[in-house]
């Protein structure tokens, strides 16, 4: 198995956790979100960070690679949840999915797992950068989640 193999495996693992996998139950609200990926399309690959409300991060490249457990230090964490309650936030800017298609280049998608189902949307990467889409303080909060990696990799010995 590629490592692009395992990405695409990771990320569908992602994609089918159930609400009760992280103690979620039937009664909690359809909208309640509990997991949040923002996909960015570049030349190369497909950037995929993954952002659960139990501060569970992961960061996939589609070609292969990434960063898996970020969510055990706290800084990485913290900016997780942070990241799930602004996508509480804007669920209703989404749209309901049942096909979760990576974005093209140059495009961001959100998908988020709700209690109700998966929901998504998707916007140009500059637009969001630069607080031209209404979805931009979500863009944000997701870039928060990978500076905290960023640091995280920073600090671990080579």
């Known amino acids: 198995m590629s490592e692009a193999d395992g990405s695409a495996g990771l990320r569908r693992l992602v994609l089918s956790t159930a609400p009760e996998d992280l103690g979620l139950t039937a009664e909690t609200d359809p909208d309640r979100v509990y997991g949040v990926l923002m996909e960015t399309g570049y030349d190369a690959a497909v950037v995929t ?3 659960l409300i139990d501060g569970s991060t992961s960061l996939y490249v589609s070609t292969g690679g990434g960063t898996i457990g ?30 979760f298609d990576l ?27 630069f607080g031209r889409h209404a979805l931009s303080p979500l863009f944000h909060a997701g870039q928060e989640v990978i ?12």
């Open 103 to 129: 974005p093209d280049l140059g495009r961001v998608r959100f998908q988020l797992l709700t209690v109700g189902g998966g929901r998504t949307a998707e916007a140009d990467e500059n637009d969001l950068g």
């Open 70 to 99: 970020a969510g055990e230090h706290e800084p990485v964490a913290e900016a997780t949840r942070a990241f799930v309650a602004m996508a509480q936030v804007f669920v209703g800017q989404t749209e309901p999915a049942t096909r």
């Open 49 to 51: 960070v993954v952002s």
């Open 147 to 158: 500076a905290e990696i960023r640091l995280l990799s920073e600090q671990q010995p080579s």
